[in-house]
């Protein structure tokens, strides 16, 4: 069975919901603080079950399945037949909306890469030599802002891969009429008579 286009928008769709819910979930389930256990010298923190590094690092790689699903779309050859990408990047639109989707792609790998990272440091190197420690977690509100700009990311690949679907019918279009379309009989036309 060939890949369509309607498969596409809904793989896309669909990587780019999986990647927001595993983001707010990490958000929600991220801890504000670890228990303190001082020791001789020591603090020693305990954050407990904190599954925030797993579901953020899942929010990540569906976030990145997403938009390699959205870049490969877009010059997927559909029903067998291919276009020249300058056919594509002629376009304005489509070259705005394509680097529109890059950029929040990798905003929002930044967002929610970054708390990710940094919530598996303070689980892993839990032992501080400063005893005034308060055991800290991720920054609040990143996991969020990155899983919303996942969404958006999607959504902008969707367009992309709509502008893609509008440059490939016209360009099948221009093609059918230049090689063989149907032949126009200027001369039966009865509105255009000479004087």
Request: proline share 4%; glycine share 8%.
């Amino acid at each position: 069975m060939a890949i369509s286009m309607k498969h596409m928008y809904i793989v896309i769709v669909t990587l780019g919901v999986l990647s927001f819910i595993f983001g707010v979930v990490a958000e929600n389930k991220k801890p504000a603080t670890g228990i303190a256990i001082p020791g001789k010298g020591i603090v020693i923190c305990k954050y407990g079950s904190d599954p925030t590094a797993a579901l953020g690092l899942l929010s990540v790689i569906f976030l990145a399945a997403s938009a390699v699903a959205g870049f490969t779309s877009l010059f997927y050859p559909y029903n067998g037949k291919s276009i020249p990408q300058a056919v594509l990047l002629r376009s304005t639109s489509f070259v705005i909306f394509l680097n529109v989707a890059l950029g929040t792609t990798g905003l929002a790998a930044a967002l929610l890469l970054w708390p990710t990272i940094s919530e598996q440091l303070h689980i892993t190197r839990n032992i501080h030599h400063n005893l005034q420690t308060q055991c800290p977690t991720a920054k609040t509100g990143l996991l969020g802002g990155g899983a919303f700009l996942s969404l958006d990311s999607a959504l902008f690949w969707l367009v992309c891969l709509m502008l893609a679907n509008n440059a490939r019918d016209d360009y099948f279009e221009e093609t059918t009429d230049l090689k063989g379309g149907p032949a126009v009989d200027y001369e039966a036309d009865d509105v255009i008579k000479s004087a």
